[in-house]
């Protein structure tokens, strides 16, 4: 989609290294760390919110949490803990328009969220 950060970044027109990079799903180094580990694992194709996410995307979407278990173990924060977290609209934070999973970990984590 064109004017999307995601969507660019994945087309290589703005430049950033893939720290995984699948046939679906690729990830990279947010920009803004909020922890230790700050990874966004982020589909291929477009949708602008979560709620985009339709039966037929089930698979891809389930991938993602895949991805999410080898990354924290290549990070090393499988066995201390760590936090996948997907933003659903302005209210809940959102702020890139094509969806992204956040992976957190490598410091201890308080709940409820901010
Ligand atoms: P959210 O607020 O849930 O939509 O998350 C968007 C995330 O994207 C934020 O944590 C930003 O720090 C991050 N971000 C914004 N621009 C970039 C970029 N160019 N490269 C990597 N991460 C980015
Ligand atoms: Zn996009």
Not at 62 to 69: D, L, T, Y
């Given at each position: 989609?064109?004017?999307?950060?995601?969507?660019?970044?994945?087309?290589?027109?703005?430049?950033?290294?893939?720290?995984?990079?699948?046939?679906?799903?690729?990830?990279?180094?947010?920009?803004?760390?909020?922890?230790?580990?700050?990874?966004?694992?982020?589909?291929?194709?477009?949708?602008?919110?979560?709620?985009?996410?339709?039966?037929?995307?089930?698979?891809?979407?389930?991938?993602?949490?895949?991805?999410?278990?080898?990354?924290?173990?290549?990070?090393?924060?499988?066995?201390?803990?760590?936090?996948?977290?997907?933003?659903c609209g302005a209210g809940?934070?959102?702020?890139?328009?094509?969806?992204?999973?956040?992976?957190?970990?490598?410091?201890?984590?308080?709940?409820?969220?901010?």
């Open positions: 989609m064109e004017d999307c950060l995601f969507c660019k970044i994945n087309q290589g027109d703005i430049p950033s290294e893939k720290v995984y990079d699948g046939e679906d799903v690729f990830a990279i180094e947010d920009i803004n760390p909020q922890a230790p580990v700050h990874l966004l694992i982020i589909p291929k194709k477009h949708f602008s919110t979560l709620l985009e996410i339709e039966e037929s995307d089930f698979q891809l979407i389930g991938s993602i949490f895949g991805v999410a278990n080898q990354l924290a173990a290549e990070r090393k924060i499988d066995q201390s803990g760590f936090r996948v977290v997907g933003n809940a934070g959102q702020s890139v328009f094509h969806i992204h999973y956040h992976l957190l970990g490598g410091r201890a984590m308080k709940w409820p969220p901010g």
